[in-house]
């Protein structure tokens, strides 16, 4: 008998000494987002800011200020949204008469978390733009984790009520990643025409005891995240590296449909923006990765593909990858780890779309000098100069000075 009792009572001692790890370990942890939550400071990340969305699988808090402290820039962020979930203040609807309004629509490329909004290319290309006299708005509707499909079905319940002139929608080479992870969740139309992209967590099906448990507590979170990623690592292609794997290892011709399927909802993008009359072009948000496409056979695929799209859909496309590679110092101009535009990156960025979007011509582009922390860029030629904007001008008080 005392033998059994011996080994019960180690059973209980056992499960106590675990019961109690994991209630230390939750405590812990909600500490520790107590502590950064007073100090200002949150994981970094920009997925760390995104809210589930039934339309479009996820986006920022509505009307909020979020503090995060960026290892990237090794500063606290300040992050202000709206009461349309975008970053920046409010927007004025119906747009006042005169107002040029610009919507530049893309990833956490365009978002920039890590850089202040003043410094931002959507930030500053105002400034840039409203020299010429007009009252010009660029809004920043830049979401953590968007793609193409992603913005195409927030586009369809938002950008109407925006009334804007010019569409600018931001690509890079993550948003073949994040389409391959969204677009299983995506509900079409007969023809093909994305709806919406439903986030999981706003499913009401998803709202059983689990659901409940992984929400209330940070731990049961915290390991339900690490398992899912061991349990499937290959759901999100993201590196130059994987991508280049994925090229060689693959069947002939899969990830090229791969590609291909993240740039369909360009032409959707269009079809709404002439639908709206507002004039639509593709800008590539230069980062580490695609500057080094020329050496990356996955990367410059993904890029040559994208302008094979945009040519075929008749739609203008800057990239500036190739004005960033000639910086032979680009330590000033990406952040280290993630690769993002600094706010020297964004400054570059800033002139070279600026000045493509005043740039009437088609062929052939006239060079302009762009100043960069103190240095001179001799000359500036867009890969695709943007063909004359503004083709359809509301009154000569909103079209910048751009002719048909």
Not at 327 to 341: C, V, W
Request: contains cysteine; charged residues 20%.
């Amino acid at each position: 008998m005392q033998p059994i009792m011996r080994f019960v009572r180690h059973i209980f001692l056992a499960v106590l000494v675990i019961i109690s790890a994991v209630c230390m370990a939750e405590v812990g942890l909600r500490i520790q987002r107590l502590r950064q939550e007073l100090t200002g400071q949150t994981t970094g990340q920009p997925e760390s800011l995104a809210c589930p969305c039934p339309i479009s699988f996820q986006h920022l808090p509505f009307s909020e200020t979020t503090s995060h402290w960026s290892p990237e820039a090794q500063a606290t962020i300040e992050i202000t949204t709206n009461s349309l979930g975008l970053r920046g203040r409010e927007i004025e609807i119906p747009k006042p008469a005169g107002q040029y309004r610009i919507v530049c629509i893309g990833d956490e490329a365009t978002l920039a978390p890590d850089v202040p909004e003043s410094e931002t290319f959507v930030g500053s290309l105002a400034g840039l733009l409203g020299e010429l006299g007009p009252s010009v708005e660029v809004i920043n509707a830049g979401q953590p984790g968007h793609c193409p499909l992603l913005n195409l079905a927030w586009a369809r319940t938002c950008l109407i009520g925006l009334q804007p002139d010019l569409v600018i929608l931001c690509c890079d080479v993550s948003d073949v990643a994040d389409d391959r992870r969204c677009r299983p969740l995506a509900k079409l139309a007969d023809d093909g025409a994305v709806l919406a992209v439903k986030h999981p967590a706003t499913d009401s099906e998803s709202k059983d005891l689990l659901s409940a448990i992984e929400r209330e507590f940070l731990l049961v979170k915290l390991a339900s995240q690490r398992f899912g990623q061991q349990l499937n690592p290959d759901s999100i292609i993201d590196s130059e590296s994987e991508w280049s794997d994925t090229m060689e290892g693959s069947s002939a011709g899969q990830p090229t449909v791969l590609i291909e399927q993240a740039w369909e909802p360009l032409s959707g993008m269009k079809h709404l923006c002439d639908q709206i009359s507002a004039d639509f072009v593709v800008a590539v948000v230069p980062s580490t990765k695609t500057v080094r496409a020329s050496t990356s056979p996955g990367t410059s695929e993904v890029l040559r593909l994208l302008a094979e799209r945009a040519a075929q859909e008749q739609i203008p496309l800057l990239d500036a990858s190739q004005e960033f590679a000639r910086h032979e110092d680009q330590s000033h101009l990406f952040f280290p780890h993630s690769g993002a535009l600094t706010p020297e990156g964004h400054q570059l960025f800033t002139h070279i779309l600026g000045n493509a979007l005043l740039d009437r011509q088609t062929a052939d582009s006239t060079p302009v000098a762009i100043p960069v922390s103190g240095e001179t860029v001799d000359e500036v030629t867009a890969t695709s100069p943007l063909p004359t904007l503004g083709r359809r001008p509301r009154d000569s008080s909103s079209s910048l000075g751009w002719e048909n």
